[in-house]
Each structure stands twice: as C-alpha cells, then as structure tokens.
Nanobody
Framework: QVQLVESGGALVQPGGSLRLSCATS????????IAWLRQAPGKKREVVLC????????DYADFVEGRFTISRDNAKSTVYLQMYDLKSEDTGVYYC???????????????WGQGTQVTVSA
C-alpha cells in the first residue's frame, strides 16, 4: 500500500524557517519524481517544486526565489522541504506527491499525501 505522510507544518513568524517531511512507503523512492505542492485559502493548488528521479534536477516555481530546497533520504524513504525566509503568502496546506521518473507538466501525480498546514503570521 502506497502512503505519503507529511509532517512538520506549524505556525511560524515571517522571516522564519521550517522543514516539512514526507514519509513514503509502498514504492521505491529513488525511481519516483517527488513534488511539493501547496494550496492557500481560496486559491488553486500550485506546484512549489518538483524533483526528478531521472537526473536529480529540480524545477522551482517562480515564487520560491531561492528560499526553498528539497532533499531526499532514500534510506529513510523520506523527502524534506526546507523553507527559509517565509512570507505570509506562503501560508497554506502543503502536500507531497509522487509519480514515476519525471515531473509532469501539470499536477498529474500518481500518489498524494494528506497535507500539512503551514501558517506564516506574526
């Protein structure tokens, strides 16, 4: 059974940092592209970044502006999203998602987590 379980969401002040985790099971992580997506209140879900399995490269949304990075610990089957210099507009539910090999053009991922809430507020 495939599972992706996000954790680490919290209330953080503007300018702060946060690391989210995505614990995976039921599939071989190194063979899968992993993305982090988010959905702000009243807005459409958007891709934050996506890490390709094929070559390890990562595509970033423009709004990331160098503030977020993704990393994998294949031994733990866990993917991390490290976020720095958080802004109020980063508030939302953050999801991890997976699909085989390549990042899709849209949001056509095979597997999804349930999400974790990130709130950036003073």
């Amino acid at each position: 059974q495939v599972q992706l379980v996000e954790s680490g969401g919290a209330l953080v002040q503007p300018g702060g940092s946060l690391r989210l985790s995505c614990a995976t099971s039921g599939f071989t992580l190194p063979y899968y592209a992993i993305a982090w997506l988010r959905q702000a209140p009243g807005k459409k879900r958007e891709v934050v970044l996506c890490n390709f399995a094929s070559d390890g490269s990562t595509d970033y949304a423009d709004f990331v502006e160098g503030r977020f990075t993704i990393s994998r610990d294949n031994a733990k089957s866990t993917v991390y999203l490290q976020m720095y210099d958080l802004k109020s507009e980063d508030t939302g539910v953050y999801y991890c998602a997976a699909t085989r090999d390549y990042c899709p053009r849209g949001q056509e991922f095979d597997y999804w987590g349930q999400g974790t809430q990130v709130t950036v507020s003073a």
